[in-house]
């Protein structure tokens, strides 16, 4: 225990309560609850023994919209502001921001400050300079990442590069966010059965939006869509559940994907949007810094989409889940799900990308495709030749009775005929037998000795005598 003068000092004092600061000290700590007053809000931000201040400043962005970089924290410490990468476990809090916990059976340490700031949509620059969030110079980084660590694994001497997948630096991070977030975000929409695709995750910045258009408050957001945006989306609806990811605050999110419309088009449901609060950074591959001219291991965020996993175990997975963008880091932690797509900059009239990756995810959805993993990392969606769902076999629903007084619904059961359709499909409906019918509706031929209710020797047949037609194997 540090036995400096001020801590002593600080430890004998009161809180703003009247509550003696030691004895909230000695309480041991298994999180901590920060209410952040911001104008006239007040938020309310829980946080592990072993998180960050940037932790604390990135959930803070996203309930409030004002940057971590112009955040100030007024009384989370004393004297100068701490360092993101200090732990808030060393911190060490005035006794005027400490609050007695309710709950303190549960470990819960409650710290009251004051956030500073300037929100992002109250921000002007010119668009053309800095698009809000820095990520200018996102897609010049993620080449040179690729070369860094391309190199580095072609030179004996190069310290091997970080699969960030297999990083137990990285992966105790997965496992942190997934207990704090991964059962707390938002639904829009339920997630589907048995569809046929899956899950489709989307990146906003520069993916499906061009977005220094987005900050540009003088042109409308439906300026800043890609081509084709809202066709793409309700041809892929029937297939796949759509989730945005975007590396912004969770307000500004909303606000953009309801100017867009991606909200209020009765074509499609966005089931679910993820903002900077779930993502985390990794260590990837060897940088130099370009100061100092040493090595370092370079550091960058990341879209997990196993926070995704842990809440819908029973919907999606690696096996039918793709995420689509513009920056390949940022599937680096579930590259075999990932599909880089050509940044949208500057809003060229001509872009052609959704309408390639519609094609390919059709493709995708095609009852044959069981695992997406098999195409190998997604590298050329643009010339893959599979066939689409759309040339796959309809299934219709019909009501088909059994002579017993019962109906039964066969949603999904009357295949469509059709050439080329799949070979298990063409099973379900053997061909019939020398002297047999087959009745509409059925996929199983009837004898015509059946058809009537007595047979020519005058003994009742099968559906006369109580008998129970069996239903046709495989569904109909």
Known sequence: MD???????????????GEPVEA????????????AKYGKSLVEVRLAVDDTVA??????????????????????????????????????????SLRQSPHPQTGEKRISINLVGTPLDQTFKDPDAVDGKGLEDDEDDDAELNALAASA??????EPPIDP???????????????????????????????????????????????????NYTTSAHEAERPGLHDFLAAVYPYYDICVWSQTSHWWLEAKLTEMGLLTDARYRISFVLDRTVMFSVRSSIKRSRSQGSKARDKHEVKALEIIWRRFPQFYGPHNTIHVDDLSRNFVMNPSCGLKIAPYKNSPSHDTEL???????????????????????????????????????????????????????????????????????????PAPAPGTDTQPGHSEPVAESETSTKSEDGKP??????????????GI
Request: charged share 25%; hydrophobic share 35%; proline share 7%.
């Open 3 to 17: 036995g400096s003068p001020s801590k002593r000092k600080a430890e004998a004092e009161l809180t703003q309560e």
């Open 24 to 35: 909230i000290r000695a309480t041991a700590v298994e999180h901590y609850c920060f209410s």
């Open 55 to 96: 932790d604390l400043k990135a959930i803070l962005f996203s309930l409030t919209d004002v940057p971590a970089d112009r955040q100030k924290l007024l009384g989370l410490t004393r004297g100068k502001l701490p360092a993101d990468e200090a732990p808030i476990a060393d911190l060490i809090f005035p006794p005027t």
């Open 153 to 158: 694994s072609s030179s004996s001497k190069a």
């Open 165 to 215: 997948s297999k990083d137990p630096y990285s992966l105790n991070k997965l496992e942190k966010t997934i207990s704090r977030f991964s059962h707390t975000f938002p639904l829009m929409a339920e997630p589907r059965p048995n569809l046929s695709g899956g899950l489709l995750v989307l990146d906003l910045d520069y993916t499906i939006a061009d977005t220094k258009k987005l900050f």
């Open 355 to 429: 309408v390639a990756l519609q094609r390919y995810l059709l493709q995708l959805a095609h009852p044959n495709i069981e695992d997406f993993r098999i195409l190998d990392g997604h590298h050329h969606w643009k010339h893959c030749l599979l066939p689409s769902v759309k040339d796959a076999p309809t299934w219709t629903t019909t009501t088909t009775s059994y002579g017993n007084g019962n109906e039964r619904e066969a949603g999904g059961a009357a295949l469509a005929t059709q050439s080329g359709a799949d070979a298990r499909l063409e099973t379900a409906a």
């Open 461 to 474: 047949s099968s559906a006369s005598t109580g008998q129970e037609e069996q239903p046709p194997p495989g």
